[in-house]
């Protein structure tokens, strides 16, 4: 039978908005030592607006970006659509998760992504790039025919309640981190603001999963906090899974705790609801 204090924690936990699945989840949750935020949507709103644009690359890279749904797209997509832009048509189009788009637009071959992407196809990118991303901006880089053409540079805001929620984490005595699939400088102006001092930057979609597991080899209780698609995994992985309530799907359905209200600070109140529980179990 399930103990009397577990069955009171969920309902006091649906009564903050914090939905847990099953009763085993608050005990996990008195393990846990880290938590491990995904930057995007989580930390971050995940609704990233244009905020700059350097060279004649807008055409090109809305051409590639109309094709995909990564939130950098969505906001180049409405960038062209307030600008009254006509987009050219893309053949040859693909996708190339974590890093960016590639795709042939007037039989000319174009890719719209980061570092990497730019690094791939042997791309030479100007110094001053770096500029846009050491202001916690996400930078897009655009290359024509294997050549540097220009940057759009995406800005999200903060999560209100982000900076929260890592504060009351650590005075808790529960490490925080970030871990996300850009680039290092503008994930650590992010971390800076919110207080986090640990980023794991530039991690590939598929290899969320395994840092959360090498975490956990080495003894840590891991919690990991995200809304997205490639964040599945990775809930799944961590002892104690945590899904926003506005995220995908796919990360509700991995997460042992959904937060309704898509407040990180209510991860510190799940944790201590955890706490109130099994110090009642015992
Ligand atoms: P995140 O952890 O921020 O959700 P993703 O794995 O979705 O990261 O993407 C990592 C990086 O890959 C982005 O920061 C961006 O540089 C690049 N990228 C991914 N998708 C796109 C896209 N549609 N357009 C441009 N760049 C992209
Ligand atoms: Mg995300």
């Avoid at 069955?7 to 938590?35: D, H, P, Q, W």
């Avoid at 906090?225 to 899974?241: H, R, Y």
């Amino acid at each position: 039978a399930t103990p009397t204090a577990v069955t009171v924690g969920i309902g006091r936990g649906a009564e903050l908005g914090i939905l847990i699945k099953k009763g085993e989840a608050l005990e996990v949750a008195g393990r846990i030592s880290c938590v491990l935020f995904d930057k995007t949507g989580t930390l971050t709103e995940g609704k990233p607006e244009v905020t700059d644009i350097v060279g004649d690359v807008l055409g090109y890279a809305a051409a590639l970006e109309a094709r995909s749904r990564h939130p950098i797209a969505v906001a180049v997509t409405e960038r062209v659509m307030r600008e009254g832009l006509e987009i050219p048509g893309v053949e040859e189009f693909r996708a190339i998760p974590g890093k960016g788009l590639e795709g042939k637009i007037n039989s000319q071959h174009v890719i719209a992504g980061n570092r990497v992407l730019m690094d791939e196809f042997g791309v030479e990118i100007p110094a001053d790039a770096g500029k846009l991303e050491s202001e916690g901006k996400t930078v897009v880089m655009v290359a024509v025919d294997g050549e540097f053409k220009g940057v759009i540079a995406v800005s999200d805001r903060i999560n209100p309640g982000a900076t929260a929620a890592v504060g009351e984490l650590e005075r808790m005595g529960i490490r925080t981190a970030m871990i996300t699939g850009d680039n290092r400088r503008t994930a650590e102006k992010v971390a800076r603001e919110v207080g986090i001092s640990t980023v794991i930057a530039e991690v590939l979609p598929e290899d969320k999963a395994s840092r959360v597991s090498d975490l956990r080899s080495r003894g840590v209780g891991v919690a990991f906090v995200g809304d997205g698609i490639n964040d599945a995994p990775a809930l799944s992985e961590a002892d104690l899974g945590i899904a926003l309530g506005g995220g995908t799907d796919v990360a509700k359905e991995a997460g042992e705790v959904v937060l309704v209200g898509d407040d990180p600070l209510d991860t510190a109140a799940a944790l201590q609801l955890a706490g109130k529980v099994i110090s009642r179990i015992k």
